[in-house]
T-cell receptor
Framework: AQKVTQAQTEISVVEKEDVTLDCVYETRDTTYYLFWYKQPPSGELVFLIRRNSFDEQNEISGRYSWNFQKSTSSFNFTITASQVVDSAVYFCALTQAGGSQGNLIFGKGTKLSVKP | NAGVTQTPKFRVLKTGQSMTLLCAQD?????MYWYRQDPGMGLRLIHY???????AKGEVPDGYNVSRLKKQNFLLGLESAAPSQTSVYFCASSHGQTQYFGPGTRLLVL
């Protein structure tokens, strides 16, 4: 069975601190995709990144970076020099490649609060 | 492009009433989805569609029906609303593996 675990329910940091959001996944598939979505207080879900299981290169986009490690089944998300606008709930998700594209499994989310 | 839109944004129902949530996308995506989000939970898949005229059950389909008569629209119906269906409902569409979400519909069933 597929499962995504975000053990950190809530994190609070002060602006300019770095913060890492953890994501651990379980799957028996050899080919799969991992995602991060952001849900700000306004409620919409914003796509941040997709990574396929064959690409373990870390990715950096501005203050955001992602560390994918198949050996530990983890796909962690780091925000460098956090800002108040980063306050949101962040969801990690997993889907099987090919086959049914309806099988997007979400973690329960990590609520990040960045205080000024 | 408007992306994915949902109608209505907010609705209050009484137990036993019926309603239909509308999702529309203008990205020509084949795949569309309905999820529900409850406090402290991630999103759970209700139903999805892999193309016009097709639908399939997700993780939590009971109490809901869907229809995909046109490629750009995906309707979610509640025939007899129950308080347990109080939730925020999100629609999404995809081309390839990435799903793009609508703004959500907040539903309160009294």
């Amino acid at each position: 069975a597929q499962k995504v675990t975000q053990a950190q329910t809530e994190i609070s940091v002060v602006e300019k601190e770095d913060v890492t959001l953890d994501c651990v996944y379980e799957t028996r598939d050899t080919t799969y995709y991992l995602f991060w979505y952001k849900q700000p207080p306004s409620g919409e879900l914003v796509f941040l990144i997709r990574r396929n299981s064959f690409d373990e290169q870390n990715e950096i986009s501005g203050r955001y970076s992602w560390n994918f490690q198949k050996s530990t089944s983890s796909f962690n998300f780091t925000i460098t020099a956090s800002q108040v606008v980063d306050s949101a709930v962040y969801f990690c998700a997993l889907t099987q490649a090919g086959g049914s594209q309806g099988n997007l499994i979400f973690g329960k989310g990590t609520k990040l609060s960045v205080k000024p | 492009n408007a992306g994915v839109t949902q109608t209505p944004k907010f609705r209050v129902l009484k137990t036993g009433q019926s309603m239909t949530l509308l999702c529309a996308q203008d990205m020509n995506h084949e795949y569309m989805y309905w999820y529900r989000q409850d406090p402290g939970m991630g999103l759970r898949l209700i139903h999805y569609s892999v193309g016009e005229g097709t639908t399939a059950k997700g993780e939590v389909p009971d109490g809901y029906n869907v229809s995909r008569l046109k490629k750009q629209n995906f309707l979610l119906g509640l025939e007899s609303a129950a308080p347990s269906q109080t939730s925020v409902y999100f629609c999404a569409s995809s081309h390839g593996q990435t799903q793009y979400f609508g703004p959500g519909t907040r539903l309160l069933v009294l």
